[in-house]
């Protein structure tokens, strides 16, 4: 503050009083405590605290450590399994869920070893605003006993269908740790049933967006709260049941902490904890340091926003640099100002953050300290960084393809080390998983006369990609939550009005091509009877260009459509004609064997749309990308592909160039022999010099009539809808859909 | 002596004459500095001679296969021995990826590293 020498001493004295009194009356006088910054931006674990400085100071032996670990682990395992069996909510019964136990600081350092790890860094942006904002604010407190909630992406969460529940950990008065459970519950009151409305065009239209907040006390949930959050969803049992669901999973966690505290002493659990997460990142950083330097580059397209097809891309660099990796996502598609497929920064920070967990370092403790070595670069402003003023229900459609971006790109970096001694201690190098959720939303009310709005456990049916020494799996777990399970028919059917009537079975062709090929994703084809309201919605990309990748010459997997047979009851019409069936839908629409129905193909974002009975709504899970050259794939595993229907004979002859006697379904080696020879001098005569390819491909902007978004050549140039429409990626502006 | 380092399926690199060469014939693609793309023969692909449609495409607009006017697939061949070495899916036009940048210093470092046994230990 500028002084006036002139000015007596009193008076600056006075003066000091009365900035001070202003700052205090500006500090305690705010308008809006929304999504904090600092806290959002940053993945990294706090600095060790004067407590947990004293506790690792103790010494505790390693003997000891690993046993508490282990225990811990155990513990948080514990709490998982518990809530797949006493919650409610569809996803959590098959896997969709995460517990875990953070430090004081509300960094995530034991998650529960299955389970949905996006959560692992972005769990804790929660807890640490609520020690920011709340400990200290007279009217709310962390006490032992509290209860906190919270669901809203922007203050950390992969999406606000997902519902927390966070509680402090006190011992001998103070606050030694947060203990947490997450549910993907699907009902949230959005615009539309299930949780994950493509139609929202604000935030406001996502349906509850809880910051962070105390709801309970005493251990005891504050009932008036509790009946507000079911007053504001269609599922008000899903969300009383669930509420209480993870209190007590979440109880069962601090319960089994505070045990290990008492057996082992507070200083012992702390050094774990805190040990752990340094542990974890000291870990990464000296996998990264033995993968050699260097960069990669990929370029993926999200082609729709599940209300219109676009082009919006992905551009990933990344760089390897001693023990750390700089993921530079600058360049990519702008956000949308009313559409919800943008994605909070740290959201696409969890769902890379799964690549490392689950698909390269699935050894590594589950905690938030993996990614600690990584820095995200992003032009702020884009889908994949967006504002608090867009919407983003189904930010899936912009960081699932991220990940596969991340994923790609590292299977070429670590190919090196794989063959070089596996210092990196990576998992089998593959091509693209499948990345999306091709399964169907539903609303309306049940044969038991509920209302319900959810999600069928479908989605966790992606195929898995083909590995550089095997095929991929078919339908084998989701990307996000690798140890998830496709659920029952029979369960479905038992608690919903809805009737699978070709499920699980695995569609021909539906693979990645290669050496050796992607894994399979599962048809479903659904349709309902007695209810007197019921609707269907589809939220997946990729109808128009392809998501997973191959990888070393193999091919990515098709585009996946949604087909639909309206105006007839199939099922009448099936109980008068018992030769009719429904077993493929790829048949089902090709012979179209109902007459008077009408047959219909889209691209897989659907809002939510009444059916009536007996109408069909079809998709498939999609398939892995292949890897490898197809004309090096054992012409046996073709013909047993042939054999189990997974393929075509046009696929076997025109995509593998393999003979097949036509009478025996025996391979014709010789002649498999003669084509893959002839298909070589093929590519040699066919290909061009790369220079001479390049002039004639390489254009100097998008293609007019295109709808493309995101940089072309210069990623400081961002298209907002063709050549023509550029913002500066510097200066971002949310684009409005029309 | 040469000093080889695999790099894909496909590719690997000679670091004394920091060239790119085919794992499967030995064929030299160019400098390793560069993209090994630069060495191969390209082929632009209808993405639906590869994925192609599974539903009648004259009746429905979403067919199973990648829409030809948003996608394009390139195809890069060894021209010694016409093996697929990468699959490439763009936009139309869209500038080809520069995929793999090496760090040729740090491969070098860690050979004499190696021959000198000072490399780090993999640890449990
Ligand atoms: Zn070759």
């Known amino acids: 503050m500028a002084t006036n020498p002139t000015t007596p001493d009193s008076t600056e004295d006075e003066a000091a009083a009365l900035e001070a009194e202003v700052q205090e009356f500006l500090h305690k006088t705010v308008l809006y405590r929304g999504p904090d910054r600092e806290i959002m931006r940053n993945h990294k674990p706090a600095p060790r605290t004067a407590l947990e400085e004293r506790a690792i100071a103790a010494g505790t032996d390693d003997l000891t450590k690993t046993i508490i670990r282990n225990r811990l682990q155990t513990s948080a395992n514990e709490a998982k399994d518990m809530l797949m069996h006493i919650a409610s909510a569809p996803s959590a019964k098959w896997g969709d869920l995460i517990s875990g136990i953070f430090t004081a600081s509300g960094d995530l350092a034991v998650a529960s070893s299955s389970g949905v790890l996006i959560f692992s860094v972005l769990a804790g942006p929660p807890i640490k605003y609520i020690l920011k904002h709340w400990k200290d604010e007279e009217t709310v407190g962390v006490r032992d006993g509290d209860i906190f909630m919270h669901n809203d992406a922007r203050f950390g969460n992969v999406h606000n269908t997902d519902q927390s529940c966070l509680m402090p950990v006190f011992h001998e008065g103070e606050l030694i740790a947060w203990v947490g459970t997450i549910i993907h519950e699907g009902e949230n009151g959005a615009t539309e049933p299930g949780g994950m409305p493509s139609a929202a065009e604000s935030p406001y239209d996502e349906g509850l967006k809880i910051s962070p907040m105390k709801i309970g006390e005493n251990f005891r949930l504050r009932e008036d709260l509790v009946t507000y959050f079911q007053n504001s969803v269609r599922d008000p049992k899903l969300q009383l049941e669930d509420m209480r669901s993870r209190l007590a999973g979440t109880m069962r966690l601090r319960q089994r902490l505070l045990e290990a505290v008492e057996e082992y002493g507070r200083d012992a659990v702390i050094a774990v904890t805190r040990g752990t997460l340094e542990f974890t990142g000291a870990e990464v950083r000296r996998r990264l340091a033995a993968i050699p330097d260097g960069k990669r580059r990929v370029v993926r397209f999200c082609d729709n926003t599940l209300r219109e097809p676009i082009l919006l891309k992905i551009n990933c660099t990344i760089e390897i640099k001693g023990d750390e990796m700089i993921i530079d996502l600058r360049g990519s598609g702008p956000e949308l100002m009313n559409r919800a497929i943008n994605t909070v920064l740290a959201s696409l920070k969890g769902m890379i953050a799964q690549v490392f967990l689950t698909f390269v370092w699935p050894d590594l403790p589950r905690n938030q300290a993996a990614f600690e070595p990584v820095t995200v670069l992003t032009d702020e402003g884009s889908a994949f960084d967006c504002s608090a003023e867009v919407p983003n229900a189904v930010s899936m459609m912009t960081f699932f393809p991220s990940f596969s971006a991340v994923e790609h790109c590292l299977q070429k970096f670590l190919y090196n080390d794989k063959h070089t001694g596996d210092e990196a201690k990576s998992t089998e190098i593959h091509a693209s998983w499948w990345p999306m959720i091709n399964g169907f939303l539903f609303g309306g009310y049940t044969q038991h006369g509920y209302f319900v709005g959810n999600v069928m456990t479908d989605i966790n049916g992606m195929g898995g990609g083909a590995r550089s020494d095997r095929d991929g799996e078919h339908a084998l777990a989701p990307i996000f939550c690798s140890m998830s399970d496709l659920g029952e028919n029979e369960m479905v059917e038992d608690e919903l009005p809805v009737l699978c009537l070709a499920n699980r079975r695995i569609m021909r062709d539906n693979q990645g091509f290669g050496r050796f090929r992607g894994g399979h994703g599962h048809q479903q084809v659904m349709t309902f009877k007695d209810s007197p309201l019921w609707g269907w919605m589809a939220i997946a990309i990729g109808s128009k260009f392809p998501l997973a990748l191959g990888l070393f010459g193999g091919y990515g997997s098709p585009c996946q459509p949604l087909m639909k047979v309206k105006g007839v009851n199939l099922l009448e019409a099936m109980r008068e004609d018992r030769s009719l069936t429904v077993d493929d839908p790829v048949a089902l629409m090709n012979e179209r064997p109902f007459a008077d129905a009408e047959y219909s193909t889209a691209h897989t974002g659907m809002q939510f749309e009444m059916a009536a009975p007996g109408e069909v709504y079809a998709m498939s899970q999609g398939g892995g990308g292949g890897y490898g050259d197809v004309l090096e794939r054992d012409p046996e595993a073709v013909v047993r592909d042939l054999r189990r229907d997974l393929i075509s004979a046009w696929t076997a002859r025109s995509i593998y160039f393999v003979a097949v006697d036509a009478a025996t379904g025996a391979l014709d080696a010789a002649e498999t022999e003669r084509l893959r020879d002839e298909e070589r001098r093929a590519r040699l005569s066919r290909g061009v010099p790369f220079d001479e390819f390049e002039q004639a491909w390489t254009t100097d902007q998008p293609p007019a009539g295109l709808p493309y978004y995101g940089s072309w050549a210069d990623r400081t140039v961002i298209h907002a809808g063709g050549p023509d429409v550029t913002m500066p990626a510097d200066a971002l502006q949310p684009v409005a859909m029309l | ?124």
């Open chain 2, 1 to 124: 002596m040469t000093t080889i380092e695999r790099i894909t399926e496909y590719l690997e690199v000679d670091l004394d004459s920091e060239r790119w060469r085919c794992v499967r014939c030995g064929h030299v693609h160019g400098p390793a500095r560069e993209s090994y793309k630069r060495g191969l023969l390209v082929h632009r692909r209808d993405p639906a001679e590869i994925h192609r449609p599974l539903v009648d495409a004259e009746r429905y607009e979403y067919t199973f296969a990648p829409d030809a006017q948003w996608c394009q697939i390139l195809e890069y061949y060894c021209p010694g021995c016409a093996v697929m070495v990468e699959v490439e899916y763009l936009p139309p036009g869209h500038p080809i990826t520069h995929d793999i940048e090496l760090d040729l210093e740090w491969l070098k470092r860690r050979v004499a590293e190696r021959a000198a046994g000072t490399g780090t230990e993999a640890t449990a």
